[in-house]
Nanobody, 114 residues
Framework: VQLVESGGGLVQAGGSLRLSCAAS????????MGWYRQAPGKERELVAI???????NYADSVKGQFTISRDNAKNTVDLQMNSLKPEDTAVYYC?????????WGQGTQVTVSS
C-alpha cells in the first residue's frame, strides 16, 4: 500500500495550495480518505475526510476555507486550500481508512508566511 502526497510548499498568507494524494495497493473506492496535519509541537489533527460515497467532514477551523475531493477512477484525493493563514503551517498527511485498516502517507510540508 502506498499513499504519496504532493503539492506542498511555501505560500504567502491569503494564497492557495492544492494537495494531492495518489493511492495504490488498496480498493480505493471502499476507503474513507482523509487529510490530517501536524504542526510543530502539536498533535496530529483531522483536517477533512471524504467517504467513498463522497460524504465530507471538516474540522471547524477549515470549514469554508478547504475543500476535499476524490477521483475514484484515478485513486486520488485532493485538498484545495484557500485563504491560507500562518496557523495552517504544518505537515499534511494523507490517510486511508477502512474498518481496522489504516494507512498513512509520508507527509508534505505546507508553510504559510505572514
Amino acid at each position: 500500500v502506498q499513499l504519496v502526497e504532493s503539492g506542498g510548499g511555501l505560500v504567502q498568507a491569503g494564497g492557495s495550495l492544492r494537495l494531492s494524494c495518489a493511492a495504490s495497493g488498496i480498493f480505493f473506492s471502499g476507503y474513507t480518505m482523509g487529510w490530517y496535519r501536524q504542526a510543530p509541537g502539536k498533535e496530529r489533527e483531522l483536517v477533512a475526510i471524504i467517504t467513498g460515497g463522497r460524504v465530507t467532514n471538516y474540522a471547524d477551523s477549515v470549514k469554508g476555507q478547504f475543500t476535499i475531493s476524490r477521483d475514484n477512477a484515478k485513486n486520488t484525493v485532493d485538498l484545495q486550500m484557500n485563504s491560507l493563514k500562518p496557523e495552517d503551517t504544518a505537515v499534511y498527511y494523507c490517510n486511508a481508512e477502512l474498518r481496522s485498516n489504516t494507512y498513512w502517507g509520508q507527509g508534505t510540508q505546507v508553510t504559510v508566511s505572514s
